[in-house]
């Protein structure tokens, strides 16, 4: 079967999503942001609660929330005072999930020059999420206490629409989990009510392409090795 162009185009949208690492300092229009966010709530919500809360940040704001946050992460006794009010990932790993983790941590840091024993180099590395990589552009997203398993789900689809969307216009995004163990700091910094947890974070702008941590492509489990089917 040939390929309609449509179908194209939506394919080469999520195909080429990837999680990039070092932007142009380019500006994003506002009428960009706008229109990707506006695509994105189209993502559906059981009995379309709708439970994303988004918070963009340009400019002053986004070097302030940056500079707050990195002053806690470069102090290793004030950094162990911040903790993730959720579990992003499991407490114990098992395979295949530990080898696909390590994997793509140390392509990273293959590409980047820096060795195991490079601790300093990795921490700085790590650091950058806090800048947004540089992106003119970052999100925080967070989502009403209140709310269940169910729309921390919805959230997700909201989100790959948020990345698919931002392709489709040529910009690139990194969704940020980083941010959550900072989130007293961000929730400060941007007054966000006790009644909102912080979901993470997302930076948005144009790739660099002279970058060489852009040029990491990671792997994925062919169709076949996660699907069963019935007949």
Known sequence: MIASQ????????ITSRMSVRAFLPDPVAREDIEAILEV??????????????????????????????????????????????YGYYP????????????????????????????????????????????????????????MEQGSWLDYGMFL??????????????CPQAAFTQYHRIIAAQLAIPATQMVVCGMALGYADPSKIENSLVTA???????????E
Do not use: C
């Open 6 to 13: 449509q179908q194209q185009i939506v394919d080469a949208a």
């Open 40 to 85: 994105a709530a189209r993502a559906p919500s059981g009995t379309n609660t709708q439970p994303w809360k988004v918070h963009v940040l340009t400019g002053q704001s986004k070097l302030r929330l940056s500079e707050a946050i990195l002053a806690a992460h470069n102090d290793p006794q004030l950094a162990s005072t911040h903790t993730e009010e």
């Open 220 to 230: 994925r489990e062919p169709a076949s090795g996660f699907t069963r089917y019935f």
């Open 160 to 173: 790959q629409n948020i990345m698919v969307a931002a392709r489709g216009r040529g910009l690139a995004t």
């Open 91 to 146: 407490t114990a790993w098992v395979s295949p999930y530990i080898e696909r983790r390590r994997k793509v941590g140390w392509d990273l840091y293959a590409l980047l020059g820096l060795t195991r024993e490079n601790k300093a180099g990795m921490a700085a590395q790590h650091g950058r999420n806090y800048r947004f990589f540089d992106a003119p552009v970052g999100f925080i997203f967070t989502i009403d206490r209140i």
